[in-house]
């Protein structure tokens, strides 16, 4: 089925959905994320990705509440979070991203609903300030689950990172620099042999862009807080971290749920990556449609963007790129 099949006109009146944007792969509603989900049907879907309200009382509009007792916020998420296990095919994934404080009380719940945790993804968000007698705050987590073992897995790579003033690699790779494989390396959590993890390379160029495959720390994705880039005032998250999720846990022509649509990033990324989507928003949905409607008539968002050709730019812009082989 296509996501305009989904939900039925009269389903949609019943849930008091309402569409407020189509196009050629996805719809999007105006409504409760609750009433959207249980408007699916049963394995209908190949990912879900959820960014909800964090509970730290921030604006979001009529309607929306961010500021509930901590077993009211658990037991509401729980109610989202079993829908969305509900409409995932056998193999599908879920993405939740959230506080390291509600990732906890989420993969417990998960776990218990026979969820197959994957990874928890450390998204670096730094310049946060502490609070009280705690460590100032330097990621959100992205907890990663699938409905039994996962259906699809795409290997993404990533340019390795370099800094922005220098040019020169972050991270130390041992000596190994010219003989790094041109397709990347595989970071793993031990390294036994150097010839485990790296492979001899003919020539190295200077000028090529290496990759890496990604893994569980993100550091790259860039906080949204510019006017120039922002769709909205409550927070919203950047393309680069929509379309890798959507590059590894799914294939072009499958179906991507959001039932938060917030200002539309994931939609803009499906549209971007070529999958089917279907989203709701409870609250302003103009920041969406602006977004989708930006990308429709050929306006992409290049600064924020993971997606990119191997040898497009030059090693010390190349931060925001992104391969699949």
Same mark, same amino acid.
């Given at each position: ?5 989904? !939900?039925?006109?009269?389903?949609? =009146?019943?849930?008091? /959905?309402?569409?407020?944007? /189509? ?79 509600? $990732? ?18 450390? $998204? ?18 992205? !907890?990663?689950?699938?409905?039994? #073992? ?15 003033? $220098? ?13 790094? @494989?041109?397709? %990347? ?19 190295? @160029?200077? @000028?090529?862009? /290496?990759?890496?495959?990604? #893994? ?23 393309? =680069? ?11 072009? %022509? ?23 989507? !279907? ?42 790129? /992104?391969?699949?082989?």
């Amino acid at each position: 089925m296509l996501p305009f099949e989904l !939900i039925s006109p009269d389903v949609a =009146i019943k849930q008091k /959905l309402q569409q407020v944007y /189509l196009s050629e792969y996805g719809i999007l509603y105006q409504g409760d994320c609750r009433k959207f989900l249980s408007a699916l049907p049963d394995e209908s879907v190949d990912l879900v990705f959820a960014d909800p309200p964090f509970n730290l009382g921030k604006e979001y509009g009529e309607g929306v509440s961010d500021r509930m007792k901590t077993d009211q916020y658990l037991s509401w998420s729980q109610k989202w979070l079993d829908q969305s296990i509900r409409v995932l095919k056998p193999g599908g994934s879920l993405f939740v991203f959230n506080l390291p404080r509600w $990732c906890i009380d989420y993969g417990a719940f998960l776990n218990q609903k026979g969820m197959w945790f994957r990874h928890w993804i450390a $998204c670096r968000m730094p310049k946060a300030f502490p609070r009280g007698k705690k460590m100032s705050p330097a990621h959100y987590g992205l !907890i990663y689950y699938t409905k039994g #073992e996962p259906a699809v897995f795409n290997k993404v790579y990533t340019p390795i990172q370099v800094c922005r003033h $220098c040019g020169g690699e972050i991270r130390d790779y041992g000596g190994h620099r010219k003989r790094l @494989n041109e397709k %990347g390396i595989n970071l793993m959590d031990v390294w036994d042999m150097p010839e485990d993890v790296w492979e001899d390379a003919s020539e190295a @160029n200077s @000028n090529e862009v /290496l990759w890496a495959l990604t #893994e569980e720390m993100w550091t790259d994705i860039p906080p949204v807080r510019h006017r120039r880039h922002k769709k909205r005032v409550p927070n919203e998250l950047a393309p =680069i971290m929509l379309e890798r999720i959507i590059a590894m846990a799914s294939n072009p %022509g499958q179906i991507v749920v959001d039932p938060f649509g917030g200002s539309g990033t994931t939609f803009y990324a499906a549209e971007k990556l070529h999958r089917y989507w !279907i989203g709701s928003e409870i609250g302003d949905t103009e920041p969406a449609i602006e977004r989708l409607t930006d990308l429709a008539n050929g306006i992409i968002e290049e600064w924020e963007s993971a997606r990119g050709n191997k040898k497009l730019k030059q090693r010390k812009t190349a931060g925001s790129q /992104l391969l699949i082989p």
